[in-house]
């Protein structure tokens, strides 16, 4: 499969261009970033080409990898679908949900593939977890403390500027909406209040009426740093366990997936529509901060990973 990668930041530099490298099924074909001379030197790493057009670079390849802003990222996913380009896409797919239902709709008009990269959930033994606690069932309650700070000395996310103004909501909210979905269902209600450190308390109400709390932030002091999550039910409680950090083996089961899909395989479940999905939810979480009241979300009709 013919790829072009759509960034040149952080995030293509740690995972996209070395995993799209070393994929077996992948013919790595070109990058496109919003600084020519940053494509241009990430290109050459991997001896793929320079773009410094979007339609481009898109017209030569079978699939797109987009690691960019999500209000960046959403026009040049629209346009690759339209195209009839397979998608692989970072979080949160768009900050809109007109967006995100845009992106959706074209990849499934044209019977396309597509790939959500929440990391974590393409990590196997979080996989294999899920897949147990989802076996035993009865779960009505889940908590996840998603709290850090991405602006310490040489952390290369705190120059992110679409993170540091949309803040946890919509940097690791996705992350900790996509982990709660596969044991409780898709979000029907959403309340939130924000506090002081960019902190955002988010509470939902999933289809089976369980209920999760979400607490988020990329910017807290550093004594205030924490990562956990646990669900709670029939079975008793269960914490997710502490997982390996390695981004490039991730992105490489989520291409696997992907090409498996393109070749007529099943459907990969983090895809643009469960994307859309958590996109939805994210903005309600933000509209219940700035009004102070439930908002309620509508539940997909297909299913969820």
Not at 65 to 94: E, F
Not at 242 to 249: E, G, H
Request: aromatic residues 6%.
């Amino acid at each position: 499969m013919r790829f072009g990668l759509f960034g040149t930041g952080p995030w293509a530099h740690m995972a996209h261009a070395p995993a799209l490298a070393a994929h077996k099924d992948v013919e790595f074909v070109g990058v496109w970033g919003r600084n020519e001379a940053k494509a241009a030197e990430l290109a050459g790493e991997y001896g793929a080409a320079a773009y410094s057009d979007v339609d481009a670079l898109i017209a030569d390849v079978d699939a797109i990898a987009v690691a960019l802003p999500p209000d960046v990222q959403a026009p040049i996913a629209l346009s690759a679908a339209r195209a009839g380009r397979h998608l692989l896409l970072d979080k949160p797919v768009a900050f809109t949900v007109a967006e995100a239902d845009a992106i959706a709709a074209a990849v499934a008009e044209r019977d396309l593939a597509s790939v959500v990269f929440f990391t974590r959930r393409f990590v196997p033994q979080l996989a294999d977890f899920l897949a147990r606690a989802g076996e035993s069932g009865g779960w009505v309650e889940a908590r996840v403390d998603h709290v850090g700070t991405i602006f310490d000395p040489g952390n290369p996310f705190g120059a992110s500027a679409w993170r540091r103004e949309s803040g946890g909501l919509w940097d690791v909210g996705p992350h900790a909406v996509a982990l709660v979905m596969p044991l409780l269902g898709p979000v029907v209600e959403v309340t939130a209040m924000a506090g002081p450190h960019d902190m955002s308390h988010v509470l939902l109400r999933h289809q089976g009426g369980g209920i999760s709390t979400l607490t988020l932030s990329v910017d807290v002091p550093p004594a205030a740093a924490r990562e956990e999550a646990v669900f709670a039910g029939e079975s008793g409680v269960i914490t997710v366990p502490t997982l390996p950090w390695d981004p490039v083996a991730a992105l490489g089961v989520a291409l696997d997936q992907l090409v498996a899909a393109a070749d007529g395989g099943p459907a990969p479940a983090l895809d643009v529509r469960l994307g859309a999905h958590i996109t939805a939810v994210l903005a309600a979480a933000a509209e219940s901060i700035r009004t102070g009241r439930a908002v309620r979300v509508s539940a997909p009709g297909f299913p969820l990973g």
